[in-house]
């Protein structure tokens, strides 16, 4: 509904009162900005000077002088903490690469040698010609187990791993190596045993 | 509206005039208005709702400022008269009735008239009803009327 001499004074009237909406505000600030002051009625000159007024107001602008800037933060600071984190980099990383036993190949290469020593260590048993000698090879037999556990044992205070299984793998467990090397005693013990029974 | 977009030129103007109604004084408002858009920028959390956290912001901060003025003296500042032209007259004496308004009818009518803001948009805003929002609204209208025909008369005599 357009805002009109006839009917201005009834929207001014809701206008006060605070009942208008926003289109019939608007109108009444399209028939104010619109209609020259020499044409306003006197009653309605106040109220016309609070629209244009207000019209003036909402367009007033704060200096650009005073903006707020957007914060970056300065590039000393960038360059400082980059500094800062090559610096930690050389003064800690020497130290990282010092501790050898945390190494894997250094680790493997120690304990392959001394699994080796360890299989040397063994004592030999002797090829036997006469049966009776069965009894003194099942005492050597059990001599040589014996000596090579206490050897096994001596080495295992020392070494976390005990060389490497049949089937490739580092042994870690002592029990294991402990089989295992006997095993390999009794294997070769074994062998000596049938060569000598094959003969009777 | 996004967190970045409260930074725009258009908020900051918005604020500004806000602030230069409640304060009268537009330096002054400049300074309120750095300083909440400064806080805002450095707040850890997003806002939930920037535009009305603002307002209220520029409103509180002008509020301690205002009492803190009142130690020393219990009127506004004088406003600089611009008037130029008719229209700038206009403007002049609507920020000169604004000043005989109370802080509550100053913040209300200026927020609704000049900066466009609907009923609910208050309501929700400055955590005041809608019906005390459309009273306090045409309190401030009805006052500014009999100020600036006081002033109107006062000048035709």
Known sequence: MEINEKNV??????????????????????YFAQTPPSEIPDDLASTAAIFRGN?????????????VPHRKPAAWIWIAVSAAAVLLLLVFLPFAMR???????????????????????????KKSDSPMQSECVSE??????????????????????????????VITDENVALQSVEYLSFLELLDENISTISAF | MKNKEIFSKENRDTLWRFASTMLADEEEAQDVVQDVLAKAWSRPFPMLNPKAYLIRSVRNACIDRIR?????????????????????????????????LTEQ???????KDIEGFSTA???????????????????????????????????NQ
């Open chain 1, 9 to 30: 004074r009834k929207a001014v009237e809701d206008w006060y009162e605070g009942i208008s909406d926003a289109a019939q505000e608007a109108l009444l600030c399209h």
């Open chain 1, 55 to 67: 019209a003036i107001l909402s367009q007033k602008q704060m200096s650009e002088k005073t903006a």
């Open chain 1, 99 to 125: 501790q050898t036993d945390l190494n894997p190949e250094n680790h493997v290469a120690v304990t392959t040698e001394k699994s080796e020593q360890i299989i040397e260590n063994q004592p030999t048993v």
């Open chain 1, 140 to 169: 050597k037999f059990t001599a040589a187990v014996s000596q090579s556990k206490a050897t096994q044992r001596q080495t295992a205070h020392t070494e976390q791993t005990y060389g490497y299984d049949f089937d490739g793998s």
């Open chain 2, 68 to 100: 803190n003025r009142k130690l020393f003296t219990d009127e506004l500042p004088d406003l600089p008269d611009t008037s130029s032209s008719d229209h700038l007259h206009d403007a002049d004496l609507v920020r000169h009735a604004m000043k005989s």
């Open chain 2, 105 to 111: 009818q100053r913040m209300v009518l200026h927020l």
């Open chain 2, 121 to 155: 948009e208050l309501s929700k805003t400055l955590n005041i009803p809608e019906n005390q929002i459309r009273v306090t609204l045409s309190r401030a209208r009805k006052a500014m009327k009999e100020y600036i025909e006081k002033e109107m008369n006062y000048g």
